[in-house]
């Protein structure tokens, strides 16, 4: 998935045409008020719309039902509260947006169908709740993609300390951020594990709910995989799975905590196997079935040393 201009420029315009027509647009808009030039043009907008607000010194809320325009400021914001609503934020420095003036009032219905924003590419353009576990399923590229986008977005409301509180992100130095964040994303894929500061990062973020505590995230987490996070050695990982370390001085790495770490476990599920081993035992008791350590190894899945541990 591939972030395109015209789309973009589609679903600012979209935005405005609907509130023209006093029809409630789902999604929050977000500016930024140092864009003084635009604002007397949204102002007019507002004069001519019903039920549409614009708040600036005033936090969000959820009891804000029709359009809502949102010129973003020094002020922190709640936006986990916001459960059917996303927040499509036109950037600053964005070079189309000398003319957005021109996007306020085109009543030109651009040609796309009605479902020319496929799920997968929402994040590209939308600011908005997500599953967690969804994020992780997705490609490499993707998911650094969306974590730098959405953290970035995020920044405007709160500030990095917050996102990256309590894991070993903290206090990274932006660089060395990144090569850590290529690496925990990589071991998703070559190591089928997945490194509990990504989860947490990753959970608050798809939440919207930057307050939220590592016991949380890690509830979560082990209630999607059936497993708990387990220490892990980088690099016993790196000879057994030929993972690149990142360009981090040894002292680097023991001085971020990085050389040890926590992850879950991707290819198991505690839970589920629990759940095979009660019902070998049960088949172990029913022995008029005449299940030998083979049969109940095949209807379980489990393999046959844990079953002969059963006898």
């Keep these: 998935?591939?972030?395109?201009?015209?789309?973009?420029?589609?679903?600012?315009?979209?935005?405005?045409?609907?509130?023209?027509?006093?029809?409630?647009?789902?999604?929050?808009?977000?500016?930024?008020?140092?864009?003084?030039?635009?604002?007397?043009?949204?102002?007019?907008?507002?004069?001519?719309?019903?039920?549409l607000s614009i708040l600036c010194e005033k936090p969000l809320r959820d009891r804000y039902k029709g359009?809502?325009?949102?010129?973003?400021?020094?002020?922190?914001?709640?936006?986990?509260?916001?459960?059917?609503?996303?927040?499509?934020?036109?950037?600053?420095?964005?070079?189309?947006?000398?003319?957005?003036?021109?996007?306020?009032?085109?009543?030109?219905?651009?040609?796309?169908?009605?479902?020319?924003?496929?799920?997968?590419?929402?994040?590209?353009?939308?600011?908005?709740?997500?599953?967690?576990?969804?994020l992780i399923e997705k490609s490499n590229v993707e998911l650094e993609s969306y974590i730098k986008k959405t953290k970035t977005i995020y920044t405007y409301f709160e500030s990095y300390e917050k996102i990256e509180a309590n894991t070993k992100y903290e206090n990274m130095a932006e660089d060395n951020f990144e090569s850590i964040l290529k690496m925990d994303i990589a071991n998703i894929v070559n190591c089928k594990i997945l490194p509990s500061r990504l989860a947490v990062l990753v959970y608050r973020l798809s939440t919207l709910n930057i307050n939220a505590t590592k016991t949380e995230a890690g509830r979560y987490f082990h209630k999607k995989l059936g497993t708990k996070s387990k220490n892990y050695n980088y690099h016993s990982l790196q000879k057994t799975?030929?993972?690149?370390?990142?360009?981090?001085?040894?002292?680097?790495?023991?001085?971020?905590?990085?050389?040890?770490?926590?992850?879950?476990?991707?290819?198991?599920?505690?839970?589920?196997?629990?759940?095979?081993?009660?019902?070998?035992?049960?088949?172990?008791?029913?022995?008029?079935?005449?299940?030998?350590?083979?049969?109940?190894a095949k209807v379980t899945k489990l393999p046959i040393k844990v079953i002969e541990k059963m006898y």
């Excluded at 029809?23 to 004069?47: A, G, Q, S």
């Excluded at 949102?70 to 964005?94: A, G, I, K, Q």
């Design 241 to 296: 799975n030929k993972l690149q370390l990142p360009h981090l001085s040894s002292g680097s790495l023991q001085e971020f905590m990085l050389k040890y770490f926590k992850a879950y476990d991707l290819q198991s599920n505690e839970t589920e196997t629990k759940i095979r081993k009660e019902i070998a035992r049960e088949l172990k008791r029913l022995k008029k079935l005449k299940l030998n350590i083979s049969d109940i």
């Design 67 to 134: 359009n809502i325009i949102f010129l973003r400021s020094n002020m922190t914001h709640d936006l986990s509260m916001f459960n059917n609503r996303s927040f499509l934020y036109v950037e600053n420095n964005h070079k189309f947006f000398e003319n957005m003036s021109e996007y306020i009032w085109e009543d030109e219905e651009p040609n796309y169908s009605n479902e020319f924003l496929v799920k997968e590419e929402r994040y590209l353009y939308f600011f908005e709740k997500v599953d967690p576990l969804s």
């Design 1 to 51: 998935m591939e972030y395109d201009d015209n789309k973009y420029k589609y679903l600012i315009m979209k935005w405005f045409r609907n509130a023209r027509n006093n029809i409630k647009n789902k999604e929050i808009l977000i500016l930024d008020k140092r864009c003084k030039r635009i604002l007397n043009e949204v102002k007019h907008v507002c004069r001519e719309v019903e039920n």
